[in-house]
């Protein structure tokens, strides 16, 4: 199971988890032994919370914690560069964004996260060469993000 290099976990019809919580333990052996994780999918699990040993999966690049119920991350994950965190409602970003590296988020897709601004520290993260911002109620876009490559913007109005 050490060799195991992605792991998907969906829940394709979104009323099959209505009103069910899926958790991990914290002492889960399955993800402790996972060290060559690269991929992990976990999405639309209802989850509030990501397991703490998913810090364990040092080798852990591409993170998909799409539609659930996500607030911050446990702790440090360094080598994230792909991150998807759309339709997390309740995000803490400035706190998720402090778990990260910024010499290594390339993208970050924060759709229909119920943001209205960004915090600062995203202007840490110069590597980054995209950003999805779809379905948000931004009211203005930092100017800090000028750096980026592209960035996909639909909302319903941005203020100056």
């Known amino acids: 199971m050490s060799h195991l290099k ?23 052996s399955t993800l402790q032994t996972l060290s060559n994780l690269q991929k992990l999918i976990l999405q639309n699990l209802n989850l509030g919370q990501l397991p703490v040993v998913i810090q364990n999966c040092e080798n852990l690049e591409i993170l998909n914690v799409e539609d ?30 402090s778990c990260l590296n910024p010499s290594t988020l390339q993208f970050l897709n924060i759709g229909s996260c119920n943001l209205s601004q960004l915090p600062s520290r995203i202007a840490d993260f110069q590597k980054k060469e995209n950003i999805y911002f779809g379905r948000t109620c931004l ?11 592209r960035m996909y913007v639909t909302c319903k109005y941005i203020v100056k």
């Open 6 to 28: 992605e792991i998907e976990m969906r829940v394709v019809s979104s009323s099959a988890s209505k009103g069910k919580a899926i958790l991990f333990s914290d002492t889960d």
């Open 68 to 97: 659930n119920n996500i607030v911050h991350f446990p702790g440090y994950m360094p080598n994230i560069s792909n991150l998807i965190l759309n339709g997390n409602r309740r995000i803490d970003l400035d706190q998720i964004l």
């Open 139 to 149: 009211q203005k876009i930092p100017v800090e993000l000028v750096f980026l490559e």
